[in-house]
């Protein structure tokens, strides 16, 4: 919850709740607190505050019933106590409920450890919801006002130039912004959140950001949706409403957050599947897109093979008797208009051992860049398939319908995402598709290399490592000793341990292949140090 909001929230309860009494607080969930009120006038109402970091609220509910079973008193002595009032925090999400006597409830929503403290009023805690026995005695935190910037020149003057992102960039020149404002207000400059941040602030963003901040103290709160997923509760409308979300203005924040949390705290288990699965399956289908769309603006330049078998045929027909000790060499392009040409020489070589290495770089130029067209289909066919498969999930609405998703697509969606972003424990090591439904395992470092070659791999598994550099332990399962892997797939499994290696900006790398039973550890050497017997080397470019 934003302070903008807590802000109102403290602004609608504190004429209703002075003079009400306590009539209990109870539990019926490790997280959550009730607290029945009784105004002097009026049926009584429940306070509910949830201290979970991925869902920290506060909100009211007509009321006070509670549960029969399952449930605990908590804050003993609270009950019977007077509310003289409630108070937002200056400038920071804090909840204060005044109680007679000079002592308060402080309702925390920040950090990774919201609470509810009941604080005395020589300002010590004198109870707690969650952790009493850490902190009763000790002195209560006091509220730290956040930076609130109002003009563009405020915005400006805040502007971190080392953030990653221009949301993330707002997000700290103006705190007390709530994420998806703070996204809005990027948009409506005109620029793209996720871009990154340049030295200066952007007038335009700057001024988009100020007035935001304006239209904050009198806009209608609403409630974003996306499809059917609760995300938040806001102190003002979205002006860019993503494509599948949706809005819902209230007439005031009670009213606005009262509905965000009940729909939150029903959608919460199911959220907390679908999140960490849909961010890494939108990263991941992200990446495969830039990947591909690179990919392809790579292979649409011109092939490096022609011009190193062009400059072979002319030092075979010009200088073909040329000694070794020149650098470069200027001969007639009689391939075409006669032209001179220049052509640069390895001064050890003589003109024709010159050309058979421009031959050699040529052939393994047209290799590279048949394996690179077989790649680019492989990539953008992947990246199509994330992109189905993100739809699929963003489509879900309910836990059994999400869970036999990923039941069904277990094997693409573990092509794709982390083990960590389905509930699984992480692996040391990437998982990566090759062509005809291959897979290459890439080691995440050295921890993950050496336990990679030593406990994950078989003895019949190919192994791969750039030769002479370091890098990623690469290994392509394979079904049985007997199974045949194709040389494109080797040829891919080879790109990868060049990519992941020291040698990734060379044009060509050696590449060492080799089957897991060749490969020992050094013993009291590093970790990830190995000894490789009876291997063939493959040139590939990273």
């Known amino acids: ?160 130039s080392t953030a990653k992102t221009l949301v993330a960039a707002v997000r700290r020149a103006a705190p007390l912004l709530p994420p998806l404002l703070a996204a809005d207000a990027v948009r409506d400059a005109g620029l793209d959140p996720d871009a990154p941040v340049p030295p200066s602030c952007p007038a335009a963003l700057a001024d988009a950001v100020a007035a935001l901040r304006a239209r904050l103290d009198g806009a209608p709160p609403v409630v974003v949706s996306r499809g059917r997923i609760a995300e938040a509760a806001l102190p003002a409308p979205l002006a860019h409403v993503p494509d599948g979300w949706t809005q819902e203005a209230f007439e005031s924040a009670d009213a606005a957050v009262g509905t965000w949390a009940r729909r939150a705290m029903a959608q919460a288990r199911f959220v907390a599947r679908w999140r960490p699965v849909e961010a890494a399956l939108s990263a991941a289908a992200a990446k495969r897109a830039r990947a591909a769309e690179a ?153 993950g290399n050496q336990h990679l070659t030593t406990r994950v791999a078989r003895p019949h598994d190919l192994w791969l490592h750039a030769r002479g550099v370091g890098g990623s332990h690469v290994v392509v399962p394979r079904a049985s000793r007997t199974a045949a892997v194709p040389e494109d797939v080797v040829q891919a499994a080879a790109a990868l341990a060049a990519r992941h290696s020291q040698a990734r900006t060379q044009s060509v790398v050696p590449v060492t292949v080799t089957e897991r039973k060749y490969v020992r550890p050094v013993k009291g050497g590093a970790l990830g140090l190995v000894r490789v017997e009876r291997e063939r080397v493959v040139d590939v470019a990273p």
């Open 1 to 160: 919850m934003d302070w903008f909001t807590l802000r109102r929230l403290a602004d609608a309860w504190s004429p209703a709740l002075a003079g009400a009494r306590v009539a209990a607080a109870w539990t019926q969930d490790e997280r959550e607190l009730s607290l029945a009120v009784q105004p002097t006038d009026g049926e009584p109402v429940t306070l509910r505050v949830r201290c979970d970091p991925a869902l920290a609220l506060v909100f009211r509910a007509d009321g006070a019933a509670r549960r029969k079973r399952h449930t605990a008193d908590v804050l003993d002595g609270l009950a019977g106590r007077t509310l003289t009032g409630v108070y937002a925090a200056d400038r920071d999400r804090v909840l204060t409920l005044a109680l007679l006597g000079g002592e308060a409830l402080a309702v925390h929503l920040y950090g990774p450890r919201p609470n509810v403290l009941w604080v005395a009023a020589d300002g010590t805690v004198r109870d707690a919801f969650l952790r009493a026995p850490d902190l009763v005695g000790t002195p209560a935190p006091v509220p730290r006002a956040a930076p609130d910037p109002r003009t563009p020149d405020d915005v400006i003057a805040r502007w971190p």
């Open 295 to 447: 990919m392809a603006d790579e292979l649409a330049r011109p092939s490096r093979a022609d011009d190193y078998e062009r400059r072979a045929h002319l030092l075979m027909a010009t200088a073909a008797g040329r000694p070794a000790g020149a650098e470069t060499i200027t001969v007639p392009d009689v391939l075409a208009d006669g032209a001179d040409v220049t052509i640069p020489l390895d001064p050890a070589l003589t003109a024709v051992e010159n050309a058979e290495r421009l031959y050699d770089r040529a052939r393994t130029a047209r290799r590279a860049r048949a394996a690179a067209e077989s790649r680019w289909a492989d990539v953008a066919g992947a990246a199509e398939r994330a992109a189905d498969l993100l739809a699929r999930v963003r489509a879900t609405e309910r836990l059994d319908v999400l869970d036999a998703l990923l039941a069904d697509e277990a094997e693409a969606v573990a092509a794709l995402v982390r083990p960590e972003a389905t509930g699984g424990a992480s692996e040391p090591f990437h998982r990566v598709a090759l062509p005809g439904g291959w897979t290459a395992l890439v080691g995440k470092h050295a921890r």
